[in-house]
């Protein structure tokens, strides 16, 4: 079992506290109003836009919320214009971390990110430094309570995934980004729960922290999540089973 995989685990069971605590819906929020800006306000031609509001639905956003958002990108309500930034560092143990913000003041949210490494022992480092370890896939969790494993291996097989891992009690299910909602819709049809699905960013290869080192990732990783502006966090850490959980 990969460090990888049950850092998504953790996030994932994470993101159900967030949408309590309402951070989840501010992070949608600017996700939906940037959609709507850069490919218009149509769901059936907006893809991402779609696929972002799908997410919405499923955390239970209220539906005047979505609507305001994409009113918001379109220009036909006042708002904030959010752009998407992204930096780059190394955490403790020479662990890459990459990460995605959407931001309406590039300065202030750079020496935010800055400082959260440097009070946790990483770096932030220059464009392209880590950029070029991590793939781009769709990645759908599926809830596994109640699906049988096999038969969601053969229906995601089916459906054009390229890969499938069980992890605890969720399934990962990895296609090609063009590919992530054709094989969520087919799964969604065939009774499976869709837990989320985004594209995202796979590490090549794993980097070992343990100890302190490894308690420091996951603190820095923790912190980067929990900034406002920021919207995805991508790591290569492979971080021992028994410190993962301590952190559930």
Not at 33 to 47: E, F, K, M, Y
Not at 113 to 120: E, G, P, S, T, V
Request: one cysteine or more; a negative charge; proline letters at 3%.
């Amino acid at each position: 079992m990969s460090g990888h995989s049950k850092w998504s685990s953790i996030k994932y069971k994470k993101g159900a506290k967030d949408a309590k605590r309402g951070r989840l819906f501010s992070k949608l929020v600017k996700e939906i109003t940037v959609a709507a800006r850069l490919g218009g306000g149509d769901q059936a031609a907006n893809i991402q836009l779609r696929s972002v509001v799908q997410t919405a639905r499923d955390a239970n956003m209220p539906t005047e919320n979505i609507e305001r958002a994409i009113k918001k990108g379109t220009g036909e309500l006042p708002g904030v214009s959010y752009e998407e930034a992204v930096y780059e560092g190394y955490a403790p143990g020479g662990v890459a971390v990459l990460i995605r913000a959407l931001t309406d003041n590039r300065n202030r949210t750079i020496a935010e990110i800055r400082h959260l490494f440097d009070k946790r022992g990483g770096s932030i480092a220059g464009p392209g430094s880590v950029a070029y370890l991590f793939e781009t896939r769709g990645l759908i969790t599926v809830e596994a309570a109640g699906a049988d494993e096999e038969a969601i291996f053969a229906a995601a097989l089916e459906a054009g995934a390229e890969d499938f891992k069980a992890e605890d009690d969720l399934y990962e299910i990895y296609t090609a980004p063009s590919d992530l909602e054709a094989v969520k819709e087919a799964l969604a049809a065939a009774g499976f729960k869709i837990a989320a699905a985004e594209v995202t960013r796979i590490p090549a290869t794993l980097v070992p922290v343990a100890g302190d080192d490894a308690r420091k990732v996951l603190s820095l990783l923790q912190a980067l999540e929990d900034h406002d502006d920021v919207q995805n966090v991508y790591s290569n850490c492979d971080i021992p089973e028994e410190i993962l959980e301590e952190e559930e």
